[in-house]
């Protein structure tokens, strides 16, 4: 299992920031390789990506969900991954948004790449590239507000 930890520091408010991180769908807008995201509902994704050259697809399910604060998620089926992603208010005005993602490399192209830190850069690629959808933008383009508990906090 390979972890990637990445933060960036945003210049908008962490509601701002949290919003448009919710809306999934826009994925494509600011990470690399992802081609789509299909929120199927308020707890399921379906992803189809480019990998290391070669096309996947996978479903996750968010497994916590908590606004202004953190979104949790875990594959269900295709690519192994899980990770959080948590919103930090700086100040009234900036966020440090943090992602900390696990997932196991398929096949030696990714293996290779997650030992010469691609995976790592990509990410936050990624990170950089959310810093300016949303500070370009100003405001989000929506946001869900719902809040979905832990599982081990289910009763």
């Known amino acids: 299992m390979t972890t990637i930890e990445q933060h ?8 701002a920031a949290y919003d448009q991180w919710t809306q999934f769908e826009q994925f494509p807008q600011f990470m690399e390789g992802i081609e789509s ?28 969900q908590h606004p202004d604060h953190r979104i949790a998620w875990r594959s269900t089926d295709g690519k192994t991954n899980a990770g959080v992603v948590t919103f930090h208010r700086l100040d009234d005005a900036k966020t440090r948004v943090a992602v900390q993602m696990d997932y ?46 832990n599982p081990d906090d289910r009763a």
């Not at 707890?43 to 996947?56: N, Y």
């Not at 192209?109 to 990509?122: M, Q």
């Not at 405001?139 to 719902?146: E, I």
Request: net charge negative; no cysteine; glycine share 10%.
């Open 8 to 15: 960036v520091d945003v210049d908008v408010p962490v509601r």
């Open 104 to 149: 196991d490399p398929e096949g030696i192209t990714e293996k290779a790449g997650s030992v010469l830190g691609l995976d790592d850069r990509r990410v936050k690629g990624d990170m950089q590239r959310f810093k300016e959808l949303i500070e370009k933008r100003g405001t989000p383009t929506d946001g869900w507000r719902g809040d979905v508990a």
């Open 37 to 64: 995201v299909t929120q199927i509902d308020d707890t399921h994704l379906r992803w189809v990506a480019e990998v290391a050259g070669t096309r996947r697809e996978w479903d996750a399910e968010i497994t916590e």
